[in-house]
Structures are given as structure tokens and as C-alpha cells.
């Protein structure tokens, strides 16, 4: 139980620093249109972030806010926010690869605990990819797998 909490207060820091990346970048961007797919991806991993804090509670555990991940988020926003498009993109994409590979090993290690949460973050962070993928290729639709989960959990 002790590694499924520890596991669990990680997620939630990479939340946190997701959350903070995103929400430098949409105010650093001047486009209006990745302004707003910043913005759904902030939604994201604020909602994420509040699951994960509930999580953690009914766990017996509750997260220590860092400074930490919410500085280091900032730091990679301010840089995310000002790169070219498909620089950040790329960025984000490698920040995603090792965030699902993460996620992953986490929802192998439930094994029925919490598993709806866990298999929820996984669709989460895949969702991401998927809009990374789909937003370097040139699709219009790109933001459609983060709206989808945010219409789903609301």
C-alpha cells in the first residue's frame, strides 16, 4: 500500500507541474488557437490533480504541496510558451513519453485498487499523446481527445 500511495503523491506532482506548464504557456502564447488548447490541457490536469488529491485522502495520505513541481512547470512553461509550435510540440511529446511510461507501470502495479482512477490517469495522459500526434500531423480536430475527457468527467 505504501508504494501505491507514493506512487499516487508522485502522479499528483506531475500533475502539478503539468497544470503549471500549461498555464504559462497559454498566457506566453499569442496565438489565440493554441491559447485555448493550452487552456484544455490545463483543465486537464487540474481536474486530474483534484482526483488524484481524493485519492490520496481516502488512501490516508494527503499531498504536501511542493513548491517544487509548480516552479519547475512554470520554468518549462515559460520555454513551451515562447518555442515555435512544433519545437513545444516536440517538447511536449518527449515530457508525455516518460509521463504515460510512468503511468503505465502504475496501473500494472493496482491490480484492483483504485483502478478506475489509475486506469483514468493512463487515458489522461494518452489523450495528451494522441493530441500531440494528431496536432503535429495538422489536424483541426487535434484537441478532441482532451475535450472528450473533460466532458466526460463532468
Known amino acids: 500500500m505504501m508504494a501505491f500511495r507514493q ?6 506532482d506531475i500533475e502539478v507541474f503539468g497544470e503549471a506548464v500549461y498555464t504559462v504557456a497559454a498566457s506566453l502564447t499569442r496565438r489565440p488557437d493554441h491559447r485555448r488548447k493550452w487552456e484544455a490541457l490545463r483543465q486537464l490536469e487540474a481536474q486530474t490533480r483534484d482526483q488524484l488529491r481524493t485519492a490520496l485522502v481516502r488512501a490516508g495520505d494527503a499531498p504536501c504541496d511542493s513548491v517544487v513541481p509548480p516552479w519547475l512547470g512554470s520554468a518549462v512553461g515559460a520555454f513551451a510558451g515562447v518555442l515555435p509550435w512544433r519545437a513545444t510540440l516536440t517538447l511536449l511529446g518527449i515530457i508525455l513519453r516518460w509521463s504515460l511510461r510512468f503511468f503505465e507501470k ?8 483504485e483502478g478506475l482512477l489509475v486506469h483514468g490517469l493512463v487515458a489522461h495522459e494518452r489523450a495528451q499523446w494522441e493530441f500531440v500526434r494528431r496536432e503535429m500531423a495538422g489536424d483541426d480536430q487535434s484537441i478532441e481527445p482532451i475535450l472528450a475527457l473533460l466532458e466526460v468527467r463532468h
Open 106 to 113: 502504475v496501473e500494472d502495479e493496482t491490480c484492483g485498487k
Open 7 to 12: 506512487s499516487l503523491r508522485r502522479a499528483y
